[in-house]
């Protein structure tokens, strides 16, 4: 069976027909339930109540879980017909028709935490021309780390389909000033395995202390307690932004040599910058005119 991301944008993807489904489908309210509790219980919130982001609201499914909790949120999506059937069900948040890709346009501080359900990898595909995933990354982690209030968290659980998506948006956050990693509940069941992001806003990595993944038995439990990266994994973060070191295998690479300039026009191509095409000539040293 292809992956959602694979048959169309989330837009056209979620539509009517596929939206009815979250909405009367038991087995399918029944496991974004679960996942909404797992995530819930991960952000480790305060007993009073707190303002959540709910980001990839869909129908609502998530934000009744928190309703139950005491809590007030506010959901995002990108599919008019999702929204709408959580307007149909009368659910307590306010919801907002919105491409997470573009960036979040709440106020700084707005919110206590944030929480998102099988979201987050469809920024890793390109829908348009426009659309170049690395940036649109960028732009959401920046945008939802200036959004929350110091301290908070944020968890989302998320289907990565290569090693490389999890680089991808993990290091997206890292660069966005965010501390934390990864929970992988299930690590060694193929169709139970479950990834959530676990971010920090403005802690210092040091004081960031990861929850435990789920395991399926006690056995399975014992099997994994030497390989306990399979279950969480740290990366570094920090509030100012790191700089970019000019290091190739230990050899610093000089500035304005073929090698750093090839470098700086293969990072102007990735980002979308038009750049002059490379020949022999790149980096050629010129006489000086008298």
């Excluded at 300039?261 to 980096?283: F, P, Q, V």
Aim: with cysteine.
């Amino acid at each position: 069976m292809s992956r959602p991301e694979h048959v169309a944008p989330p837009d056209i993807f979620y539509d009517e027909a596929e939206a009815k489904k979250y909405a009367y489908n038991s087995r399918m309210i029944n496991i974004q339930s679960k996942m909404s509790e797992r995530a819930i219980e991960l952000l480790n919130l305060p007993n009073h109540p707190c303002h959540i982001l709910d980001i990839g609201c869909g129908s609502g499914l998530s934000g009744e879980v928190l309703e139950e909790k005491g809590h007030m949120w506010v959901g995002v999506d990108i599919s008019r017909s999702m929204l709408g059937v959580a307007i149909e069900r009368e659910v307590g948040g306010d919801l907002v028709y919105a491409d997470m890709g573009d960036g979040l346009m709440f106020r700084a501080g707005s919110f206590d935490a944030c929480i998102s359900i099988s979201a987050i990898q469809w920024l890793c595909n390109a829908d348009k021309r426009s659309h170049i995933p690395q940036r649109r990354l960028k732009v959401f982690f920046n945008s939802l780390y200036r959004c929350l209030t110091k301290g908070a968290r944020a968890v989302m659980q998320f289907y990565p389909e290569t090693p490389q998506q999890v680089t991808m948006i993990t290091t997206a956050a890292m660069r966005a000033g965010f501390s934390g990693g990864l929970v992988v509940d299930y690590p060694n069941s193929t169709k139970a395995k479950k990834y959530f992001l676990h971010l920090v806003a403005g802690e210092p990595n040091g004081k960031v202390v990861l929850p435990k993944g789920k395991a399926m038995t006690m056995q399975m439990e014992e099997d994994t307690k030497d390989s306990k990266q399979t279950e969480t994994v740290l990366f570094g973060g920090s509030n100012k932004r790191e700089k970019r070191r000019r290091f190739t295998k230990g050899i610093r690479i000089p500035i304005k040599s073929r090698k750093w300039i090839l470098k700086k026009k293969e990072s102007a191509r990735k980002a979308g910058r038009k750049t002059a095409g490379d020949s022999k000539y790149t980096a050629r040293r010129r006489r000086p005119k008298f």
